[in-house]
């Protein structure tokens, strides 16, 4: 039985900078954003994806995109927040996290650059990146859970204008 992890750029958010949000962890998705990843993830979900448990940075623009996701996909399901996702991601703690978690269905929801590097390191040379624009998402297969460094498939990587969003 394989093991399916989903790597999800955070959706749309306000400018960094902006004065409104003194710390850029506070930054919200714009309304714009909302509405799109809404889209973007009710397309997912008819296209077939599912996740028995969803992991988010803590910072606020990925865990609202994370609450769309869980309340698109069937199941609904539910999502945590771990500072291993926060900028600068510690996959090595992802790893052991997900290892925890005992399900066969995860989605990381983080921030650019690193889900570029944490998806070209689940699948292949750790020094690797790929580009991710914003509420692209990546699905990831496994032989066995939990994820190696460089073991993974990609099975696709889908962005939004793909979807028509």
């Not at 399916?4 to 004065?19: C, F, K, N, S, T």
């Amino acid at each position: 039985m394989s093991w399916q992890l989903y790597i999800v750029r955070h959706a749309w958010a306000e400018e960094p900078g902006d004065p409104r949000w003194a710390n850029d962890g506070l930054r919200p998705l714009t309304k714009d954003g909302i509405k799109r990843f809404h889209d973007v993830a009710a397309r997912l979900a008819k296209r077939g994806m599912e996740v028995d448990i969803i992991a988010t940075s803590p910072l606020v623009r990925c865990r609202q995109t994370a609450e769309i996701l869980s309340r698109e996909l069937p199941g609904k399901p539910d999502f945590v927040e771990l500072d291993a996702l926060a900028p600068g991601s510690d996959l090595a703690a992802l790893i052991e996290w997900t290892q925890s978690a005992n399900v066969d269905r995860i989605a990381w929801v983080g921030h650019a650059p690193d889900v570029g590097r944490l998806c070209a390191s689940l699948i292949g040379p750790q020094e690797g990146a790929i580009d991710f624009s914003k509420g692209a998402t990546a699905a990831i297969e496994f032989d066995e859970n939990p994820p190696a460094v460089g073991q993974g498939t990609l099975r696709w990587l889908v962005t939004a204008k793909m979807l028509g969003c």
